[in-house]
Protein backbone atom coordinates (compact mmCIF):
# COMPACT_ATOMS: atom_id res chain seq x y z
CA UNK A 1 0.00 0.00 0.00
CA UNK A 2 0.97 3.68 -0.32
CA UNK A 3 1.05 6.53 2.15
CA UNK A 4 0.10 9.30 0.59
CA UNK A 5 -0.15 13.06 2.19
CA UNK A 6 -1.73 15.94 0.87
CA UNK A 7 -1.47 20.00 1.51
CA UNK A 8 -3.51 21.87 2.97
CA UNK A 9 -6.00 19.69 4.68
CA UNK A 10 -8.38 22.26 4.27
CA UNK A 11 -8.30 26.22 3.35
CA UNK A 12 -11.09 28.94 2.43
CA UNK A 13 -10.87 31.12 0.04
CA UNK A 14 -12.68 34.23 -2.38
CA UNK A 15 -14.18 33.58 -5.15
CA UNK A 16 -11.88 34.51 -8.63
CA UNK A 17 -8.77 33.57 -6.18
CA UNK A 18 -6.38 30.67 -7.25
CA UNK A 19 -5.04 27.26 -4.78
CA UNK A 20 -2.66 24.53 -5.50
CA UNK A 21 -2.94 21.54 -3.97
CA UNK A 22 -0.14 19.41 -3.21
CA UNK A 23 -0.33 15.29 -3.06
CA UNK A 24 2.72 13.31 -2.06
CA UNK A 25 3.23 9.79 -2.07
CA UNK A 26 5.68 7.74 -0.06
CA UNK A 27 6.86 5.37 -2.94
CA UNK A 28 7.30 5.74 -6.81
CA UNK A 29 3.48 5.42 -8.86
CA UNK A 30 2.97 5.78 -12.29
CA UNK A 31 -0.96 6.47 -12.34
CA UNK A 32 -2.11 9.35 -9.86
CA UNK A 33 -5.53 10.34 -10.07
CA UNK A 34 -7.13 14.09 -8.75
CA UNK A 35 -10.93 13.32 -7.84
CA UNK A 36 -13.79 15.62 -6.21
CA UNK A 37 -16.23 15.41 -3.99
CA UNK A 38 -19.26 17.92 -4.04
CA UNK A 39 -21.18 18.00 -0.68
CA UNK A 40 -23.49 15.18 -1.37
CA UNK A 41 -22.21 13.66 -4.11
CA UNK A 42 -19.85 11.00 -4.99
CA UNK A 43 -16.12 10.58 -5.51
CA UNK A 44 -16.31 12.74 -9.59
CA UNK A 45 -12.63 11.79 -11.60
CA UNK A 46 -11.13 15.12 -12.84
CA UNK A 47 -8.11 13.87 -14.39
CA UNK A 48 -5.43 11.42 -14.55
CA UNK A 49 -1.73 12.76 -14.21
CA UNK A 50 1.27 10.44 -15.32
CA UNK A 51 4.42 11.28 -14.78
CA UNK A 52 5.95 12.94 -18.37
CA UNK A 53 2.80 13.38 -20.40
CA UNK A 54 0.03 15.71 -19.89
CA UNK A 55 -2.87 15.55 -18.03
CA UNK A 56 -5.54 13.60 -19.05
CA UNK A 57 -9.26 15.36 -18.36
CA UNK A 58 -13.02 13.72 -17.76
CA UNK A 59 -15.25 15.12 -19.49
CA UNK A 60 -16.57 18.45 -18.09
CA UNK A 61 -13.19 19.26 -16.37
CA UNK A 62 -10.50 21.80 -18.39
CA UNK A 63 -6.59 22.31 -18.24
CA UNK A 64 -7.47 26.39 -17.93
CA UNK A 65 -9.59 25.57 -14.97
CA UNK A 66 -7.73 23.18 -12.77
CA UNK A 67 -3.91 22.68 -14.33
CA UNK A 68 -2.42 19.70 -12.90
CA UNK A 69 1.54 19.33 -12.64
CA UNK A 70 3.41 16.10 -12.48
CA UNK A 71 6.82 16.40 -12.15
CA UNK A 72 8.37 12.89 -10.60
CA UNK A 73 6.71 9.90 -9.59
CA UNK A 74 5.95 10.88 -6.21
CA UNK A 75 4.48 14.27 -6.34
CA UNK A 76 1.80 15.98 -8.27
CA UNK A 77 -0.46 19.21 -7.75
CA UNK A 78 -3.94 20.37 -9.07
CA UNK A 79 -4.83 24.17 -8.87
CA UNK A 80 -8.52 25.14 -9.28
CA UNK A 81 -8.62 28.86 -10.92
CA UNK A 82 -10.39 31.63 -10.81
CA UNK A 83 -12.29 29.55 -7.86
CA UNK A 84 -16.47 30.09 -7.26
CA UNK A 85 -18.78 28.72 -4.25
CA UNK A 86 -19.57 26.10 -6.92
CA UNK A 87 -15.47 24.66 -6.20
CA UNK A 88 -16.71 24.22 -3.16
CA UNK A 89 -15.92 20.62 -2.27
CA UNK A 90 -13.22 17.98 -1.18
CA UNK A 91 -10.17 17.50 -3.29
CA UNK A 92 -8.49 14.05 -3.07
CA UNK A 93 -5.74 12.41 -5.02
CA UNK A 94 -5.16 9.02 -5.30
CA UNK A 95 -2.83 6.41 -6.68
CA UNK A 96 -3.14 2.78 -8.03
CA UNK A 97 -1.57 -0.08 -7.09
CA UNK A 98 -0.81 -2.63 -9.51
CA UNK A 99 -4.88 -3.11 -10.07
CA UNK A 100 -6.16 -0.26 -11.26
CA UNK A 101 -9.33 -0.27 -9.66
CA UNK A 102 -7.65 -0.47 -6.00
CA UNK A 103 -6.58 2.56 -5.63
CA UNK A 104 -5.17 4.59 -2.32
CA UNK A 105 -6.32 7.93 -1.58
CA UNK A 106 -5.13 10.88 0.44
CA UNK A 107 -6.90 12.51 3.21
CA UNK A 108 -7.95 14.88 0.83
CA UNK A 109 -8.48 18.70 0.96
CA UNK A 110 -11.72 20.60 1.91
CA UNK A 111 -11.92 23.48 0.15
CA UNK A 112 -14.32 26.42 0.64
CA UNK A 113 -14.96 29.20 -1.19
CA UNK A 114 -16.59 32.33 -0.15
CA UNK B 1 -27.09 10.07 -15.43
CA UNK B 2 -25.44 7.85 -12.45
CA UNK B 3 -24.18 4.84 -13.24
CA UNK B 4 -23.65 3.64 -9.98
CA UNK B 5 -26.79 3.76 -7.27
CA UNK B 6 -26.29 3.44 -3.34
CA UNK B 7 -29.97 4.27 -2.71
CA UNK B 8 -29.78 4.12 0.97
CA UNK B 9 -27.91 7.35 2.44
CA UNK B 10 -27.44 5.70 5.84
CA UNK B 11 -28.44 2.61 7.42
CA UNK B 12 -27.99 1.42 11.59
CA UNK B 13 -27.71 -2.13 12.47
CA UNK B 14 -27.27 -3.48 16.17
CA UNK B 15 -23.61 -4.33 16.87
CA UNK B 16 -23.39 -8.57 16.46
CA UNK B 17 -25.50 -8.16 13.71
CA UNK B 18 -25.31 -8.20 9.72
CA UNK B 19 -24.99 -5.40 8.12
CA UNK B 20 -26.29 -5.63 4.22
CA UNK B 21 -25.38 -2.72 2.12
CA UNK B 22 -26.72 -2.41 -1.48
CA UNK B 23 -25.82 -1.27 -4.70
CA UNK B 24 -27.31 -1.17 -8.66
CA UNK B 25 -25.20 -0.20 -11.82
CA UNK B 26 -26.62 0.01 -15.12
CA UNK B 27 -23.16 -0.20 -17.35
CA UNK B 28 -22.90 -3.44 -18.52
CA UNK B 29 -19.06 -3.44 -19.23
CA UNK B 30 -18.28 -2.83 -16.03
CA UNK B 31 -15.41 -5.74 -15.64
CA UNK B 32 -14.84 -4.50 -11.52
CA UNK B 33 -16.94 -4.07 -8.84
CA UNK B 34 -15.88 -2.14 -5.63
CA UNK B 35 -16.52 -1.42 -2.27
CA UNK B 36 -14.72 1.41 -0.38
CA UNK B 37 -14.97 2.74 3.14
CA UNK B 38 -14.50 6.05 4.94
CA UNK B 39 -14.30 7.73 7.90
CA UNK B 40 -14.12 11.52 8.56
CA UNK B 41 -11.17 13.59 7.55
CA UNK B 42 -9.93 10.96 6.15
CA UNK B 43 -9.52 9.55 2.08
CA UNK B 44 -11.13 6.51 1.12
CA UNK B 45 -9.53 2.70 1.70
CA UNK B 46 -10.16 -0.07 -0.62
CA UNK B 47 -12.11 -3.10 1.35
CA UNK B 48 -12.95 -5.46 -1.49
CA UNK B 49 -13.55 -6.15 -4.82
CA UNK B 50 -15.19 -8.52 -7.17
CA UNK B 51 -14.62 -9.53 -10.66
CA UNK B 52 -17.87 -9.68 -13.55
CA UNK B 53 -16.93 -13.49 -13.52
CA UNK B 54 -17.89 -13.99 -10.52
CA UNK B 55 -20.71 -14.21 -7.93
CA UNK B 56 -19.34 -13.63 -4.49
CA UNK B 57 -15.95 -12.73 -2.97
CA UNK B 58 -15.16 -13.11 0.93
CA UNK B 59 -12.53 -11.60 3.02
CA UNK B 60 -13.23 -12.20 6.94
CA UNK B 61 -16.27 -10.14 7.82
CA UNK B 62 -16.74 -8.75 4.90
CA UNK B 63 -18.80 -10.48 1.71
CA UNK B 64 -19.69 -9.30 -1.61
CA UNK B 65 -22.48 -10.56 -3.69
CA UNK B 66 -22.96 -10.12 -7.43
CA UNK B 67 -25.99 -10.59 -9.83
CA UNK B 68 -25.25 -9.59 -12.88
CA UNK B 69 -28.43 -10.57 -14.13
CA UNK B 70 -30.58 -8.02 -12.06
CA UNK B 71 -27.20 -5.57 -11.99
CA UNK B 72 -27.20 -5.57 -8.35
CA UNK B 73 -24.31 -5.50 -5.79
CA UNK B 74 -23.92 -5.91 -1.89
CA UNK B 75 -21.49 -6.32 0.82
CA UNK B 76 -22.58 -8.14 3.68
CA UNK B 77 -20.47 -7.58 7.16
CA UNK B 78 -20.82 -9.79 10.10
CA UNK B 79 -21.02 -9.29 12.48
CA UNK B 80 -21.04 -5.71 12.79
CA UNK B 81 -18.19 -4.04 15.07
CA UNK B 82 -18.28 -0.39 16.35
CA UNK B 83 -15.35 0.22 13.92
CA UNK B 84 -17.31 -0.71 10.78
CA UNK B 85 -19.14 2.91 11.66
CA UNK B 86 -18.31 4.69 8.39
CA UNK B 87 -19.41 5.70 4.77
CA UNK B 88 -19.44 2.76 2.32
CA UNK B 89 -18.97 3.52 -1.68
CA UNK B 90 -20.02 1.31 -3.92
CA UNK B 91 -18.02 1.50 -7.11
CA UNK B 92 -17.55 0.00 -10.55
CA UNK B 93 -14.81 -0.34 -13.15
CA UNK B 94 -14.45 -0.34 -16.59
CA UNK B 95 -11.67 0.98 -19.49
CA UNK B 96 -9.57 2.20 -16.43
CA UNK B 97 -12.20 4.27 -14.99
CA UNK B 98 -13.94 4.09 -11.59
CA UNK B 99 -17.58 5.05 -11.46
CA UNK B 100 -18.89 5.97 -7.65
CA UNK B 101 -21.82 6.00 -6.16
CA UNK B 102 -22.97 8.22 -3.16
CA UNK B 103 -22.17 6.33 -0.48
CA UNK B 104 -24.02 4.75 2.41
CA UNK B 105 -23.69 5.72 5.88
CA UNK B 106 -23.60 3.39 8.16
CA UNK B 107 -24.34 3.56 12.00
CA UNK B 108 -23.35 0.49 14.53
CA UNK B 109 -25.68 0.88 17.23
CA UNK B 110 -24.38 -0.56 20.67
Known amino acids: SAVISQKPSRDICQRGTSLTIQCQVD?????MFWYRQQPGQSLTLIAT?????????ESGFVIDKFPISRPNLTFSTLTVSNMSPEDSSIYLC???????????FGPGTRLTVT | DQQVKQNSPSLSVQEGRISILNCDYT??????FLWYKKYPAEGPTFLISISSIKDKNEDGRFTVFLNKSAKHLSLHIVPSQPGDSAVYFCAASAQDKIIFGKGTRLHILP
Open chain 1, 49 to 57: ANQGSEATY
Open chain 2, 27 to 32: NSMFDY
Open chain 1, 94 to 104: SVASGRYHEQY
Open chain 1, 27 to 31: SQVTM
